[in-house]
């Protein structure tokens, strides 16, 4: 009898240490909630299992936050590979080198818009047709890149129109803004 009633008493006692024991935890946890949260990467499924979406480094070594398309929903026959390959991106915004950038792709894989920052951090946006480039609106390097290149242009490709803004510096030291417009009259054969 004794024996017995060591045991429940162990048994409640172990019982009720638990309970305390959990509310103790679950109150600190709610109010010191974790601060920080670190991994190498993160990844959102789709109700599938599917990855969807991707913060981390990717194989070219850039940081990026990247998402693929939840369609077509017959994956077997349109497998989605790993987003740390930038060829299965469908739209990433990231670091590169000392730039930044954001794209958007096409169902067919092939890039529509494309915003960077030079390594002088100056801003480039084109789009285009899936073929190639078709408008350009920014900076536009010289032959040599510097970080003095001002030239600024939005451009209708292939060499069809432009208007911009070319920045010099005259013998005398005195800096100056021309502006510049163009138009192509001959007709370009398309897709070219």
């Not at 499924?45 to 936050?65: C, H, M, P, R």
């Not at 432009?162 to 005195?174: K, L, R």
């Not at 100056?176 to 370009?188: E, M, S």
């Amino acid at each position: 009898m004794k024996q017995t009633t060591v045991i429940v008493a162990a048994f409640a006692a172990g019982l009720l240490g638990g309970i305390v024991g959990a509310l103790v935890t679950r109150s600190t946890s709610q109010s010191h909630p974790e601060q920080v949260v670190r991994a190498h990467s993160f990844e959102l499924l789709d109700e599938n299992g599917k990855v969807i979406s991707f913060w981390g480094i990717d194989k070219t070594q850039y940081a990026v936050l990247a998402f693929a398309s939840r369609w077509p929903k017959d994956y077997e026959n349109h497998p989605i590979g790993p987003l740390t390959d930038p060829d299965n991106q469908r739209a990433a915004f990231g670091i590169i080198d000392d730039g930044a950038f954001l794209f958007m792709k096409g169902a067919d894989g092939k890039k529509r818009i494309s915003l960077g920052l030079s390594i002088w951090e100056k801003p480039l946006l084109w789009m285009g047709d899936g073929r190639s480039k078709r408008l350009s609106l920014g900076i536009e390097h010289s032959d040599t890149p510097n970080a003095h290149d001002n030239n600024w242009f939005l451009r209708i490709e292939p060499d069809l129109a432009s208007i911009g803004m070319i920045a010099g510096t005259e013998p005398n030291g005195q800096g100056y803004v021309q502006g510049v417009f163009h138009v192509n009259k001959d007709r370009v054969p398309y897709p070219y």
